[in-house]
């Protein structure tokens, strides 16, 4: 649910007694990750994004710990098998607290680039701030609909509509959209890779894997059980960003996040907002601060003051 990521950004901009923003020439998020973007780049600060996930996110997603019984998870399958699980209508209120209900793309001070699928057109769509010429379309959009559409994971929060379109979770084919920011910083803000560094932040890693002894024929119960599929959806699409940003960066690509434990998946399901899975959440945060704070590569992202961002379709104050 994100409280991971805020954390970290929370601490590392209290060290640097900043806007964390102001360390970044453009700033990427899908899902959750999005809206944290979005707040980032509004400079809402990341302690009180952090606050906010750790108190609504019990409101939004489950208080309960995930099911263990088989019977229990069939239950808790069933009962969503028709509808989303949760409704929008609590995320969306706290998206307004955080950014306030008419901030626009074309208000926010620095650059930034949230991924999202319009399911109208069919295909993969990149909300971003007017800091190209040719970005004419989104700057108008409001921050609260954007965050919202990224955020639109399928069977977990209905779709959500901007206009006349349909628009789902960019995780679907950008849970880390590390590649996006590298495509972007090269080809629309002219950046040589050679002079790229890109701070990435996860929200702890669920390596999943099937053991060779188990079930091989799942059907959408099957696959489903124990968030099997979207945890293999994203396990797969971070492994393999990580790997390709480090042979295209090298040492200038830092990826800061904790592989979870056995233990720890069993009560860190996607939307799990327990007691529990929010206190081993800022439990694993504090130690990977505590793991990078103080080493180099951090430290030299947090010495870069990013120069003041051009926008295009600003009226002069």
Request: hydrophobic share 40%; aromatic share 8%; net charge negative.
């Amino acid at each position: 649910m994100g409280l991971y990521t805020a954390c970290i950004l929370a601490e590392i901009e209290k060290e640097i007694d900043r806007p964390i923003a102001s360390c970044f020439d453009l700033i990427a998020g899908t899902s959750v990750g999005g809206i944290i973007a979005l707040g980032l780049a509004a400079e809402v600060e990341a302690a009180v994004i952090r606050n906010a996930i750790a108190t609504d996110g019990p409101k939004i997603f489950s208080r309960k710990p995930p099911p263990q019984s088989a019977l229990a998870k069939k239950v808790a399958l069933a009962s969503n098998a028709l509808h989303a699980k949760y409704r929008a209508s609590t995320l969306r209120s706290t998206i307004v607290d955080l950014v306030g209900e008419t901030t626009t793309l074309g208000d926010l001070q620095h650059r930034v680039m949230v991924p999202a699928v319009n399911l109208t057109k069919g295909s993969p769509q990149v909300f971003k701030t007017d800091h190209h010429p040719n970005f004419q379309r989104d700057w108008k959009v409001s921050v609260v609909d954007v965050a919202l559409a990224t955020s639109a994971a399928p069977t977990f929060f209905p779709l959500h509509k901007i206009g006349g379109e349909l628009f789902a979770d960019g995780g679907l084919y950008a849970n880390s959209p590390d590649h996006l920011a590298l495509h972007e910083a090269e080809h629309f803000l002219d950046h040589d890779p050679e002079d790229v560094w890109i701070l990435s932040i996860g929200t702890t890693t669920s390596r999943f894997s099937f053991s060779n002894s188990g079930e091989t024929d799942l059907g959408w119960m099957g696959w489903m059980d124990n968030q099997r599929l979207p945890r293999v959806m994203i396990s797969a699409q971070q492994l393999n960003t990580e790997y390709m940003m480090g042979h295209r960066l090298e040492a200038r690509y830092l990826r800061i996040d904790h592989q979870q434990s056995p233990e720890q998946e069993r009560q860190l399901a996607l939307d799990a907002a327990s007691e529990g899975a929010i206190r081993d959440l800022w439990a694993l945060s504090e130690s990977s601060i505590r793991d990078n704070l103080g080493k180099g590569p951090l430290r030299s992202f947090l010495k870069h003051t990013a120069p003041p961002a051009q926008f295009y379709n600003r009226k002069a104050s």
